[in-house]
């Protein structure tokens, strides 16, 4: 019945707490909720993500932890990287194995990581962008860099869990004694955030860390005196002011201009080349020549005639430029501009923390993270040595017993069947001493020798309360750290084979570079545009009234003057504006191409204006329902194919017009199908970039026919039939003067039957 009250649904059990076998009801925005969050996180945690504590993502810390268990060390043999994924994949990451390859390719690749982990033989790729061969052809094995990393693991410093499968165990973070994270970089995508480090120099960073383990708590500006900026594998030079770079190590959010490191080769008679060294991090090479050589074919970089790539095992880009008296700053700018040579890279500190939380962390912040985790490294290190003292010192204790009584010993191992409980009782010896005297071969205790015992067992005493004192004292702990630090410092820093800074930081220089008119030679032409749209560009100014040929079925719609550095634009009737260089009009002597090859307007769409772009020109825009507003030729320039959306249409009210306001102005004239003419003020229409515009004029039937600016002091003029001219002077036109959205009154006799002005 209507009054009966529905019982609510118990809502549905996640995880453990569900029936299997059982169907339960559920609505399909909490099921589908309930699994993206599952989902997003294991992409946050488990993916994506590095740990701010060693600085690896899940797979890279599966693949060193594997390749140390496979026995790889950098002095040992080469291994097959097959073998390794396959150890990866079957015991700790259930995943493809053709991304946990390409993470052991990328950790070998010396132009992608700064301090490579995995030491490879074979083809790995290169910095043109080819693939690494595959897995079973290539070999690998741990660098020094990642031995630093594992160090410890078998000291108890950190925690292992199971694998997937619970028949392992792996370590949920390396100890890390190489401050990796900031030294290597990572980049990452997960779901609604992403990660984007850049890599530094490690032996900077060592810097850094020992004047915070001195000053804890020091400021982002002291730190950035040991850290300048990021170091890059393949160079190159950092052009970010130093203030930006401040702000982005604060906020742990930014990024950084680096561009290609050059010179200038003298070629003699005044001709010359310039020869690019080094190329930003992580812009493929091969890709790279291919759009400059694009730049060059398209005819897009007129002061650049050739481009050669003559790299073998250094890389060296030949630029050579059009003509000697070409400025090499200024053609190098030209190509920072429009080419990879110069790139901006990302900072996003997003990492996960040491309780597995992500969020963006300072340059300070990561680096007083990599100390408390080697500071908790320590402790746990000095425990677990502290246990094994105390073990070694028991089982000492025992052998000295033993010693003592050697004859008894040997008599009761000779003559008890269970000599074991007849030791512990007689000499008041441990379990674990028993066990340890027992298992001593005889030779071994004929060998024993008191005064070797204690003072082992003194040495042992002393290193023990060495140990225990550091486990409280905070201040030789930071002295601990600082050792290691200047120990890794003295392996990876600047001094060390490859550790020197690779990338310089340098003021950007102040040329400016050339606009791409400025780069092409200026001449003049006439625009030539047909009624179907095939467009062409004839050799200088042609009388507009001249008789030109058009393809069968086609005529006229556009002619005009124009010169060769122009930008056409072109309004459509869907009212976006679209920009054509004239440099890329096809030649005069054939009869053109669509205007549609050279931008994207839909086929539905049709031509509205065509006209020469005017620096600081405006116009008005308007709808064939008559609203339309003043629009700055500036606003419509577009940077794409696909155009600028300028005026706001629907199907029933397309773009209809263009009119160019010239200087002077004051009026606007409009005139409907109706044959109603209205004059009024310019200032009263609103100059916008994008919109649908103000009412211009009103209409009872019909819509908007054509308008023009004008100046009122000089009247309103038109051409009529037979070439005469039309002249309405102020006075007489002052009974069409109005507000705008009126709707104004019939036109003047003699006004043209189409309702156009001209």
């Not at 649908?692 to 038109?718: F, H, I, N, P, T």
Request: net charge neutral.
């Amino acid at each position: 019945m209507d009054n009966e009250k529905e019982t609510p649904k118990k809502a549905a059990p996640s995880g453990a707490d569900r029936n299997p076998g059982v169907i339960e009801d559920e609505t399909l925005i909490r099921a589908l909720g309930r699994r993206y969050l599952t989902y997003a996180l294991s992409t946050i945690m488990h993916r994506a993500l590095p740990d701010v504590r060693d600085g690896l993502k899940p797979v890279h810390r599966r693949l060193l932890f594997a390749m140390q268990q496979l026995k790889m060390p950098p002095d040992g043999p080469f291994k097959k990287s097959a073998r390794v994924v396959g150890d990866v994949v079957g015991k700790y990451h259930p995943h493809g194995e053709s991304s946990v390859y390409d993470a052991l390719v990328r950790l070998a690749q010396d132009f992608s990581a700064r301090y490579p982990l995995i030491d490879g033989q074979g083809n790995f790729g290169n910095i043109d962008g080819d693939n690494p061969a595959a897995m079973r052809y290539t070999e690998c094995r741990l660098t020094g860099t990642a031995t630093a990393l594992l160090r410890g693991l078998d000291d108890d410093a950190v925690d292992f869990s199971p694998n997937y499968d619970g028949q392992e165990t792996e370590p949920d973070v390396l100890p890390s004694a190489f401050p990796n994270l900031l030294a290597n970089g990572a980049n990452g995508i997960a779901v609604g955030m992403a990660t984007s480090i850049p890599p530094h120099n490690a032996g900077e960073l060592c810097d850094a860390l020992l004047h915070l383990l001195k000053s804890p708590g020091a400021s982002i500006e002291k730190l950035m005196e040991f850290v300048p900026a990021p170091d890059f594998p393949t160079g190159g030079i950092l052009i970010e002011p130093a203030s930006s770079m401040l702000d982005a190590y604060k906020t742990g959010r930014g990024g950084f201009r680096l561009r290609s490191k050059w010179h200038k080769e003298d070629l003699g008679r005044g001709r010359y080349e310039v020869i690019v060294t080094e190329i930003p991090f992580q812009v493929q090479k091969a890709k790279l020549v291919e759009r400059i050589a694009a730049l060059v074919t398209e005819k897009k970089l007129p002061i650049l005639a050739d481009v050669r790539d003559e790299s073998a095992e250094d890389l060296r880009l030949v630029l050579e430029p059009r003509s000697g008296n070409v400025d090499a700053a200024v053609l190098m700018e030209a190509l920072f501009r429009q080419t990879d040579l110069e790139v901006r890279i990302p900072l996003n500190l997003n990492v996960l923390d040491a309780k597995r939380t992500p969020r963006v962390m300072s340059l300070g912040e990561a680096l007083q993270s990599f100390i408390d985790h080697r500071r908790d490294v320590l402790l746990r290190r000095s425990r677990h040595r502290i246990s094994k003292i105390d073990a070694r010192a028991e089982t000492l204790d025992g052998y000295i017993i033993a010693y003592l009584n050697l004859d008894r010993v040997i008599e009761i191992i000779r003559e008890e069947d269970k000599p074991k409980p007849v030791m512990v009782a007689e000499f008041g010896l441990t379990d674990n001493q028993a066990e340890a005297i027992l298992n001593m071969r005889l030779r071994s205790l004929r060998k024993l020798e008191e005064m070797e015992l204690r003072a082992e067992r003194d040495a042992l005493a002393t290193e023990r309360e060495t140990l225990s004192a550091l486990l409280d004292d905070e201040a030789a702990q930071s002295k601990a750290l600082s050792e290691e630090m200047r120990e890794t410092k003295k392996k990876f820093g600047q001094k060390s084979p490859g550790g020197a800074r690779r990338t310089e930081i340098a003021e950007a220089p102040k040329v400016e570079a050339p606009s791409i008119e400025a780069m092409i030679d200026k001449e003049p032409i006439t625009v030539i545009c047909s009624e179907n749209g095939w467009i062409r560009a004839m050799k200088g100014h042609v009388a507009l009234d001249s008789e030109v040929k058009y393809k069968d079925g086609d005529g006229p719609r556009f002619i005009f003057h124009a010169q060769t550095t122009d930008r056409l634009l072109m309004m459509a009737s869907n009212g976006r504006f679209y920009t054509i260089g004239a440099d890329k009009l096809p030649g005069g002597r054939s009869m053109g191409e669509p205007v549609r090859l050279l931008v994207d307007l839909p086929n539905e769409e049709r031509m509205v204006a065509l006209f020469a772009h005017k620096p600081g020109a405006k116009g008005i825009v308007a709808t064939g329902a008559g609203r339309g507003f003043v629009l700055s030729e500036a606003d419509a320039l577009a940077q794409t194919r696909t155009g600028k959306q300028v005026l706001n249409t629907d199907p029933l009210a397309p773009a209809a017009l263009y009119r160019r306001i010239e200087d002077g102005d004051d009026t606007v004239v409009v005139v409907g199908a109706n044959r109603k003419l209205l004059a009024f003020p310019l200032e009263e229409l609103p100059e916008m970039a994008r919109g649908k515009g103000v009412l211009l004029q009103r209409y009872k039937d019909g819509g908007l026919a054509d308008l023009r600016s004008v100046k009122w002091d000089e009247g309103l003029k038109w051409t009529m039939g037979g070439g005469n001219t039309r002249h309405v002077q102020p006075d007489e036109l002052a009974q069409w003067r109005g507000k705008r959205a009126g709707a104004g009154l019939m036109a003047p006799r003699g006004f043209p039957r189409d309702n156009r002005f001209d």
